[in-house]
């Protein structure tokens, strides 16, 4: 089993930047790409920015410019660099990533259990 842990999130001001982490634990493992998304209240989860494990990145339009993911595989951690922050990026953020059992034929996917980012005057 993987387990994900997210932090650093937090209360800022609009224009402020904050930077989440997702640390992933469990031997046997290896991991994929990695990702953030985020729901907001009443609303459907939705995507943020992905990360493959050879760097390869892909973002959603609304944080393009503005966010930066980026990970460090030896520490099997991702992490999400938000700058100009808005109060429509108020959400729970939720790490993701894919990850295959060494010695398993199939791919599973884990999620963290969420970290909320407020953004408030």
């Known amino acids: 089993q993987v387990q994900l842990v997210e932090s650093g999130g937090g209360l800022v001001q609009p224009g402020g930047s904050l930077r989440l982490s997702c640390a992933a634990s469990?031997?046997?493992?290896?991991?994929?790409?990695m990702g953030w998304y985020r729901q907001l209240p009443g609303k459907q989860r939705e995507f943020v920015a992905i990360?493959?494990?050879?760097?390869?990145?892909t973002y959603a339009d609304s944080v393009k410019g503005r966010f930066t993911i980026s990970r460090d595989n030896a520490k099997s951690t991702v992490y999400l660099q938000m700058n100009s922050l808005k109060p429509e990026d108020t959400a729970v953020y939720y790490c993701?990533?894919?990850?295959?059992?060494?010695?398993?034929?199939?791919?599973?996917?884990?999620w963290g259990q969420g970290t909320q980012v407020t953004v408030s005057s």
């Open positions: 993701k990533t894919d990850a295959q059992k060494i010695g398993d034929p199939y791919i599973s996917v884990y």
């Open positions: 469990g031997s046997g493992f290896s991991l994929f790409t």
């Open positions: 990360i493959t494990n050879s760097g390869t990145t």
